[in-house]
């Protein structure tokens, strides 16, 4: 698979703080999407993006596809404890049909 | 609606056995993938359907690994004589078409004692 750079690797912030998260590749991706992943649970799906350039946002979230199309990030604006959980990008290849995954930022959220 | 179920949630086998794990996706989607998360590792692409064929499936670490989906539904991987490296979360995802956003299952905790 393709590798994906997601960075920072862990964040450790106060509720109320904003948060970003960026994902780059060296390959040009036609999709990328964002998925949060809590304990014992499976990725769940925040955020789809399928143009470059495209910002899209659900709720508190708000994601873009770069116009190189060889990143993307993701921001969370006024965080608040729930948000804990692992976050991570997927990038889509044109003619793809397997996400490539980068490895995940880790958020913690203090009251 | 329901979402990507997957059964069952955790398995605890001992090293050699072999083990079938299943997928229910979403109703109505033609694309099913099956990813692994292993500890201090991504998620790794294993092997998707279209239908009930499988084009890809060069994503399968050995010749123990196979999957099959019937009746372009449920979908099940199958582990043969398990070692311990096979230990992991096994994921499955579907998607209205390829190149549409993948729903993901709660996944299987694969245990290899």
């Known amino acids: 698979g393709q590798q994906l750079n997601q960075s920072p690797q862990s964040m450790f912030i106060q509720e109320g703080e904003d948060v970003s998260m960026n994902c780059t590749s060296s390959?040009?991706?036609?999709?990328w999407l964002w998925y949060k992943q809590d304990p014992g649970e499976g990725p769940v799906l925040l955020i789809a993006l399928y143009k470059a350039g495209e910002l899209t946002s659900n709720g508190r979230l708000t994601a873009q596809f770069g116009i190189t199309r060889k990143d993307s990030f993701l921001n969370i604006s006024a965080s608040i404890p729930s948000d804990v959980g692992i976050y991570f990008c997927?990038?889509?290849?044109?003619?793809?049909?397997?996400?490539?995954f980068g490895k995940g930022t880790s958020l913690l959220v203090t009251p | 609606g329901a979402g990507v179920s997957q059964s069952p949630s955790n398995k605890v086998t001992e090293k050699g056995k072999d083990v079938e794990l299943r997928c229910d996706p979403i109703?109505?989607?033609?694309?099913l993938y099956w990813y692994r998360q292993s500890l201090g590792q991504g998620l790794e692409f294993l092997i998707y359907?279209?239908?009930?064929?499988?084009?890809?499936k060069s994503g399968l670490p050995s010749d123990r690994f196979s999957a099959e989906r019937t009746g372009g539904s449920v979908s099940t991987l199958t582990i043969q004589r398990t070692q311990q490296e096979d230990s992991a979360v096994y994921l499955c995802a579907s998607s209205s078409r390829t190149g549409n956003e993948q729903y993901f299952g709660p996944g299987t905790r694969l245990t290899v004692t």
């Open positions: 109703s109505g989607h033609t694309a």
């Open positions: 997927a990038g889509l290849l044109a003619s793809g049909y397997a996400l490539n």
């Open positions: 359907f279209q239908g009930n064929s499988a084009p890809d």
């Open positions: 390959s040009i991706f036609n999709t």
